[in-house]
């Protein structure tokens, strides 16, 4: 069982990355020094209090020493609106970690982490903690969603991009460039977080392989504590004859990639 807190966190950076994308950095000591790397926390919006539902988000980041969580959101809809207009010294109300995260990373051979879009935030700490820099794949649909570059760079590791419309990387999907990195070295694991095709993608290349990997499943969560039911996703079941359903948040978010059963 995941133990959680719940917190008054305070915003101590809110900042454009680029675009739509935001960086908030939170001061909440328990949360910091509990998450691992695919954990979500959920935070309640000041001054959308009359919406009952809180919204999820990765961490991005846990920094112990100095308290601190980093999540990067994408501003897609009113909360994320309301989200990114909020100053430092701002308190919001977040409850985590929650949920599974990734398993840790092999010592003896280099992983390969991918990212879609935003979810590259959420393998961020992955690769922070990873006893051997991984091999980054990034993929967006374009320029624009390319984003934390620099930051795996920093952290010693490869960096590998593609777009679907050629702005900048190679053109085309990111499981290209998987595919052409599998060819070059036996990866250790792969570990993944994107949109769901993304995902199907990555899972049926390296499940085609035998290859061990992790996904981290985007589905939309209202409770977030795997007392509603709205989050769940198909597993196969224990007999591998059928599926059965399993909350993305509480025996999630993060399924290894032959346990979903993929429409």
């Given at each position: 069982m995941v133990k959680s807190f719940q917190s008054d966190a305070t915003i101590t950076c809110n900042q454009q990355i680029q675009g739509d994308y935001y960086r908030m950095l939170l001061q909440a000591p328990d949360i910091a020094a509990?998450?691992?790397?695919?954990?979500?926390?959920?935070?309640?919006?000041?001054?959308?209090e009359h919406r009952i539902l809180r919204r999820p988000f990765s961490i991005s980041d846990a920094d112990p020493a100095n308290s601190t969580l980093t999540i990067v959101y994408k501003?897609?809809?009113?909360?994320?609106?309301?989200?990114?207009?909020m100053p430092p010294g701002t308190q919001v109300n977040i409850l985590g970690p929650r949920g599974k995260?990734?398993?840790?990373?092999?010592?003896?051979?280099r992983s390969i982490l991918v990212g879609g879009g935003y979810g590259c935030a959420a393998i961020y700490l992955l690769a922070r903690k990873a006893p051997i820099p991984p091999l980054i794949l990034l993929g967006g649909r374009s320029h624009k969603d390319i984003i934390m570059v620099d930051e795996f760079k920093a952290l010693g590791c490869e960096v590998r991009l593609s777009t679907d419309d050629g702005s900048t990387g190679e053109k085309g999907r990111v499981t290209l460039l998987l595919?052409?990195?599998l060819t070059e070295f036996p990866a250790g694991r792969i570990?993944?977080?994107?949109?769901?095709?993304?995902?199907?993608?990555?899972?049926?290349?390296?499940?085609?392989q035998q290859l061990?990997?992790?996904?981290?499943?985007?589905?939309?969560?209202?409770?977030?504590?795997?007392?509603?039911?709205?989050?769940?996703?198909?597993?196969?079941?224990s007999n591998q004859q059928g599926w059965t359903y399993v909350r993305a948040c509480q025996e999630g978010p993060v399924f290894k990639s032959t346990e979903v059963f993929w429409d």
């Open positions: 509990a998450a691992k790397p695919g954990q979500f926390i959920h935070v309640q919006i000041p001054e959308m501003v897609v809809g009113t909360g994320t609106a309301q989200l990114k207009k995260g990734f398993s840790e990373l092999p010592t003896d051979r595919e052409k990195a570990a993944a977080c994107g949109p769901v095709p993304m995902l199907k993608a990555v899972a049926a290349l390296c499940d085609s061990d990997c992790e996904v981290s499943m985007d589905s939309v969560m209202c409770c977030g504590m795997g007392a509603c039911f709205a989050c769940v996703i198909k597993r196969k079941a």
